[in-house]
C-alpha cells in the first residue's frame, strides 16, 4: 500500500511551486514529489498526485467531483455575493451532475464540432492578417497570441471586433480569483466580472431581437425537450467560453513558441514537415500545458494511487506533472513533436473535459506552422516575462525577432 507522506521537504516543494521563482521551471519540482511518493498531502491538507495514471484517476473517477455548495459556503462564506465567485462557482467548470450535465447537453447542442470546424478558414485569415502586421522586435502577446483567439471566440459568439480588446484586461482581473481569493483579489475580479456581465447581457439581449450566425443567438435558442438556459445560466455561459476562449489558447501559443525556440532542431523538423502539426499541438500542450493543475473532492469513500481515502477529501492533480511521468511518456523531459501516443492531460477529462478544446487546438495546428513558415528567421528577442500564477502557466511579455 502506498503511503501518503507529510514531510518539511513535501512542504518545501510545494511552498516553491506558489511562487515565480519556482514556478520558472516546475518540472524538478514535479519529478522530486513523485519520487518522494505518488500521493502526498499538502500544509492545507489537500491531497496532491503528480502521477500520468493518478491524476486521470481523479479526473476521471465519477465519485469525485468539484466542491458542492455548501462546502464552498463553509470555505468562502458569501460567495454568491461577489460577482468574480458567482460567475465562476456557477458555471460547468464547478458544478457537478445533475446540473452539470443539463447545462452541458445544452451548450454541446450549439457549440458543436461542425460550428468549430467551420472557422478553419476565418482562423486562417485572422493568422496571415496578424502574421503580415509583425515586423522587426515585437511582443508575441501583444502582436499575436492574444489578438488571434479573442478575435477567433469574439467571432464565434458574435461580439464585435471593436469591443473585444476590452476584454483581456477585465479576464485577467475576473480570473485572478482562479488562484487566492483575498478581498484585495475580489475589489478587482468583482467589478471585471460584472462589466464582463453587464456587456453579454447587451449583446444577448440584441441576438433575442436580431439572430445571428454565431454562439450567442444559437445560445439564446438553445432547447431540449423544453428546456432552455435561464438568462443567469446563459450569461454565465457565455462568460465562461469568452474567458476560457482566449486565455488558455493564448498561454498555448505563448508557451509553444519559447518551446520551439529553445528547441531549435523540432522548430526545424515542423517548419520542414507542417503535416505533422496535429501530433506537434500534442506534444506541446504535454511539454508545457497551459493548465497546470485541476482539484476536486471526493464525494465518498475512494482509492486513489493505491490509498483509501475518505469521502470529503480534497484533491489536487498536477497535470503538468503528469504530463512529464516517464511511466506514461519515454524521455518526458524532451520535446519530440513526432512523439507516438502523446495524448496529454491538458484539457482534464471525463465529464468535465474541455469543450472548447477542440477549437484551441484547431487554432494552434493552423497558427504554429504558419508563423514558423513566414519567419525562417524568428528568434527570442529577450528574456520572457513569466505570468504569476499556479494553476494557469503562461507568459505576460515574450520578445521575439521576425527578422
Known amino acids: 500500500m502506498t503511503d501518503i507522506v507529510e514531510s518539511a521537504e513535501v512542504s518545501t516543494l510545494l511552498d516553491e511551486l506558489t511562487r515565480l521563482t519556482g514556478r520558472e521551471d516546475p518540472y524538478p519540482r514535479y519529478r522530486r514529489l513523485r519520487e518522494i511518493s505518488p500521493i502526498v498531502r499538502a500544509d492545507d491538507g489537500a491531497l496532491v498526485v503528480t502521477r500520468h495514471a493518478d491524476c486521470v484517476a481523479v479526473t476521471r473517477d465519477p465519485r469525485l467531483g468539484h466542491m458542492p455548495s455548501h462546502m464552498l459556503e463553509f470555505v468562502q462564506p458569501g460567495w454568491a455575493d461577489h460577482p468574480a465567485l458567482h460567475q465562476l ?31 478553419q478558414p476565418r482562423i486562417a485569415e485572422m493568422v496571415q492578417d496578424l502574421l503580415v502586421r ?3 522586435d515585437v511582443d508575441f502577446i501583444d502582436a499575436f497570441a492574444f489578438p488571434l483567439p479573442v478575435n477567433v471566440i ?26 487566492v481569493i483575498t478581498p484585495e483579489v475580489l475589489a478587482t475580479a468583482d467589478p471585471a466580472a460584472a462589466t464582463i ?6 449583446l444577448a439581449a440584441e441576438r433575442r431581437r436580431e439572430p445571428g450566425d454565431d454562439l450567442m443567438s444559437a445560445l439564446v ?41 529553445r528547441n531549435p532542431d523540432q522548430l526545424e523538423l515542423l517548419r520542414r514537415q507542417p503535416g505533422l502539426a496535429a501530433s506537434a499541438v500534442e506534444e506541446l500542450l ?17 482509492e486513489i494511487a493505491g490509498v483509501p481515502v475518505q469521502g470529503g477529501e480534497r484533491f489536487v492533480a498536477y497535470l503538468g506533472a503528469g504530463n512529464r511521468d516517464p511511466e506514461r511518456f519515454a524521455d518526458p523531459d524532451r520535446l519530440d513533436l513526432a512523439r507516438p501516443d502523446n495524448a496529454p492531460l491538458s484539457f482534464g477529462g471525463g465529464i468535465h473535459y474541455c469543450l472548447g478544446a477542440p477549437l484551441a487546438r484547431l487554432e494552434a495546428q493552423i497558427a504554429i506552422p504558419a508563423l514558423l513558415a513566414h519567419f525562417p528567421k524568428l528568434t527570442l528577442a529577450g528574456e520572457p516575462g513569466r505570468r504569476d500564477s499556479l494553476a494557469i502557466r503562461g507568459y505576460t511579455q515574450l520578445p521575439i525577432s521576425v527578422g
Open 89 to 119: 462557482f456557477t458555471s460547468i467548470l464547478a458544478i457537478n451532475p445533475p446540473d452539470h450535465t443539463r447545462l452541458r447537453r445544452l451548450v454541446s447542442s450549439s457549440f458543436t464540432a461542425r460550428r468549430v470546424q467551420a472557422l
Open 134 to 136: 509583425m515586423d522587426g
Open 154 to 179: 469574439g467571432e464565434l459568439l458574435g461580439v464585435p471586433e471593436a469591443d473585444r480588446a476590452q476584454f483581456q484586461g477585465l479576464v485577467r482581473d475576473w480570473t485572478q480569483v482562479l488562484e
Open 197 to 202: 456581465r453587464e456587456y453579454l447581457a447587451g
Open 221 to 261: 435558442a438553445a432547447e431540449e425537450d423544453g428546456d432552455k438556459l435561464t438568462e443567469d445560466e446563459l450569461l454565465t455561459m457565455a462568460a465562461l467560453l469568452f474567458a476560457a476562449g482566449f486565455e488558455t489558447t493564448t498561454n498555448l501559443l505563448a508557451n509553444s513558441v519559447v518551446a520551439l525556440l
Open 286 to 302: 504535454r511539454y508545457d500545458t497551459p493548465v497546470q493543475l485541476l482539484a476536486r473532492v471526493a464525494w465518498e469513500d475512494v
